[in-house]
Structures are given as C-alpha cells and as structure tokens.
C-alpha cells in the first residue's frame, strides 16, 4: 500500500537511526528569500538546495520569496523559481506539506539572502564561503562571482544543519559564522574566482551512492569538462532518499515504477558520463587508465582494488558516524594510501557515509543497513567538488596535507587538517619506475614527482 505512513516509516528509518531515536517527531522548518537570493545564481542553488535537503527529514513548512525565471538549471525541472522549490519539494517528498502559508508548531525559519524576511538564521554566500547567522549577512563588496556556487553549496549546507537539529529538538550547537571551502577553515577566505572552464580529464567515479549523489548534483552547477564512468552495482532504495540529493521515490520504485540503477541515475545528471553497473573490480579489469578515480565506494574491497591499480591521482570523500564529514587526496609517493587510510581487515578506521544500526525487519536476512543525513552527504561531495575545482586550477599539489576533517555535531568543531605516511611496511604505491610505466600521459602526471622526473 503507497501511503504517508509506510513512505515515512521506511524513508526516515536511516535518519532515526543516526540520532539514536533522541529526537522527536521533526517538525516544520520554513524558508523564505529576498529579491537578491531570487535573482542571483547563488542565491537560486542555495534556494534549491536548501529545500532538496529541507524535504528529506521535515515533512513540511512555509516557502516565501519572490518569483524570478530561473538562471540555474535545476536537476528536477522548473522555469520559474516558486514553482521550481515547489517541484523540488514534492518530487522528493509526496507526502510533505510544503504551504504558502505558516503550519502548526513551525518555529524555525531560514532566510537565503540580506532582503528575506524575518528568520532565525540567515545564509548567503561570499565566493568559496558562506556566512550563516542570527542577523541578515551583509553583501558581499567584490560582486557576483562564479566562485558564488560553492559558497551557495556551502550555505545550503549549514543552514539545513542546523534546521535539522531544531526540527528534531537535538541539543546540539548550531553554526554561526564563516566557513571556507578554500581554506577548509573558519577564516571565511572567500577564495579566487573560478576559471570560465574546469577541465579533468578522463575521470572513474567509483561509487553512486550517498555522497556521489551530492558530488553529481554540485557539479552541475560548476563549469567541469570531463568524460565521467560511474560504476555501482546497486539499484535505489527508498531509505536512500533520505540523504542522497539525486535520488528520488520514484527512482526507488515508490508507487510502482521500476527500480532504478544508482550508476544510471548520476549519469544522467553529468554531461558525458558513462554509466557501468557492475562492481569496481570488474571496470578496472578492462586496462583502462584514468587521469583521476573519485573514490567514494565502500564495498566489495573496492579502496583496495583501486590501490592495486597504482591509480595516476586519486581523490575521495566521506561521512562518519560521529557527524564529521572528511575529504581525502591520494597522490602518489606522496600521500599515504587508500588501503593504508581505509583497512579492509579489522576495525576500520573510518566508514564511507555510514554508520551501522540493527532493525530486526533487515537484520534477520542478514543485511546491515547504514544511516546518514542529507547535509553530511551533500557536504562531503561539496568538499570533493572544491578538491577537483583546485586540481584544475593547479592548486591541489600546494596542499602539504591529505585529509580535511569537519565536525558538524556542535556547530563546526574546529575544522583540521593533516598528513599522514603509509604503514611502516606499506608498498602499495609501488616502485617510481612501475608508476611511470602505468600512468606516463594521463593528465596529473606531474604531481607524482618521483615517477614524472625524467629517466
């Protein structure tokens, strides 16, 4: 039977999962925005974003804002912004009573933009940052911008951080302040601006799940040029709709349709991109060479297939069970290794937007479900949007570290960074010589300066 009770007992199942059923029920959360987010390009996706993330926990609120034709292309349709929040909104969530008007036990209100109306806490962006409060941020002096997407990302981001957490009536700290994407930091470095095109190469994006789904839907708003292979084995289900800003009820086969493959749906958001259902293993057993593989797979020993394939540049991605999202970057010689970061025997070290729960409906087939919520997972592929962006800006090989860590379970603990070297014993990044051999000619061959160095 297709009805609000079983679509929100089976959706929000992962969500109560990760807070450990200490909420309550969530109530509504309202958004509202300004002629400036209504007719700007970074205030449309933070907008957009904001309400895809809003419609995957709350079931409801009030959107206000001004009209405006659209100057983004948004993923679910629309040619003018209301009706484009709105589309968004039911598309995700049939159910939810997204209304013109206030509902009953909405408290908590987002505003995008200096001009929305009154607000608990306000967003916007400035360049790789965003600026999030309880008082209208100021515009920003240096104009529209293309780096204004990132931010706009970024901003959704918080914002709907910490509307979960009201909605929920969690006791946690909500953010307040800037945060960067440039500097991964509280500086609030707003960054350079963005080059008029982001060129990568061929690239494997080796996972279409939760946090894949968020890189794909932020990268459609950045100006890259790649050819994309997506690789997944798995088809959407409705539990993935929870956090996962591509995917929908429909895709997981609510109310009737077939069921359709991760691989497939991102595809069809990326400009040449190649879909390839099957395991990652079986894609790297065809010889081809990457210029890059995004690693945001967790299973079937793919971190450890992919190592083994002594990759030319890697990059990756994740959310944990303790509300931190982290962003990984894998050169050779240089950085420590996937297998290294993530062993596949053991206790692992980190768990790819994951964190295990038992429910006695799943468990007793002897499946081991995951949670996570839609703002770490969006976050996570932002945070791997922004790696690509200065890899292609030639940046990336400045980084004298490999991991970036946020803490969103108080606000944004302290953001760190760090380096770290392979296990005593680790010879996974193989010889120099072994790498020159695999991987002279891909395009990021030069930030391996042990093999790139002339013989």
Request: aromatic share 10%; proline share 7%; charged share 25%.
């Amino acid at each position: 039977m297709w009805n609000s009770e079983r679509f929100y007992r089976e959706r929000d199942r992962r969500t109560e999962a990760y807070i450990r059923g200490k909420g309550r029920p969530p109530r509504p959360v309202d958004l509202v925005w300004g002629d400036e987010a209504a007719t700007s390009e970074w205030g449309q996706l933070s907008i957009l974003s904001t309400i895809n993330m809003l419609a995957r926990f709350s079931r409801g609120g009030r959107l206000q804002g001004p009209d405006a034709r659209m100057l983004i292309r948004s993923p679910f349709g629309g040619g003018w912004l209301r009706d484009t929040v709105e589309t968004t909104a039911r598309a995700i969530d049939p159910y939810g009573k997204w209304s013109l008007e206030p509902l009953t036990g909405s408290n908590f209100t987002l505003g995008i933009g200096q001009d929305s109306e009154p607000a608990t806490f306000y967003g916007r962006a400035d360049g790789w940052a965003a600026v999030v409060g309880p008082t209208p941020p100021t515009k920003s002096s240096s104009g529209p911008r293309r780096a204004d997407l990132l931010g706009a990302g970024l901003c959704a981001c918080l914002l709907s951080a910490n509307a979960f957490k009201a909605s929920f009536g969690l006791d946690q700290g909500a953010f307040t302040g800037r945060l960067s994407l440039w500097s991964s930091g509280l500086d609030g470095d707003p960054g350079p601006e963005l080059p008029i095109e982001l060129d990568l190469g061929r690239v494997l994006i080796a996972g279409a799940g939760a946090v894949a789904s968020g890189f794909a839907y932020w990268s459609r708003f950045l100006p890259f040029r790649a050819h994309w292979d997506v690789v997944d084995t798995d088809r959407v289900e409705l539990h993935n709709t929870n956090r996962s800003l591509l995917f929908l009820p429909s895709d997981a086969g609510w109310g009737g349709s077939e069921r359709a493959q991760k691989a497939a749906v991102l595809g069809g958001f990326l400009t040449d991109a190649r879909p390839f259902v099957g395991r990652v293993d079986q894609i790297l057993e065809g010889g081809q060479r990457w210029d890059l593989i995004l690693v945001v797979a967790n299973d079937y020993g793919a971190r450890t297939w992919i190592q083994s394939s002594k990759p030319a540049l890697g990059l990756a991605a994740t959310t944990g069970a303790d509300w931190t999202t982290q962003s990984f970057r894998y050169r050779p010689g240089r950085d420590r290794c996937l297998v290294c970061d993530f062993p596949e025997t053991g206790s692992p070290k980190l768990e790819c937007a994951t964190a295990t729960i038992r429910t006695p409906d799943v468990d007793d087939e002897g499946d081991s479900p995951d949670a996570a919520l839609p703002f770490l997972s969006a976050a996570a592929g932002l945070m791997l949007v922004a790696d690509l962006a200065k890899l292609s800006m030639g940046e990336l090989a400045a980084s004298p570290w490999h991991v970036a860590t946020w803490d969103w379970f108080r606000g944004i603990g302290r953001p760190t960074q760090f380096a770290q070297s392979c296990d005593s014993e680790c010879t996974r990044w193989g010889s120099p010589s072994v790498r020159r051999k695999v991987n002279r000619g891909t395009r990021w061959f030069d930030l391996d300066p042990e093999a790139s160095q002339p013989e």
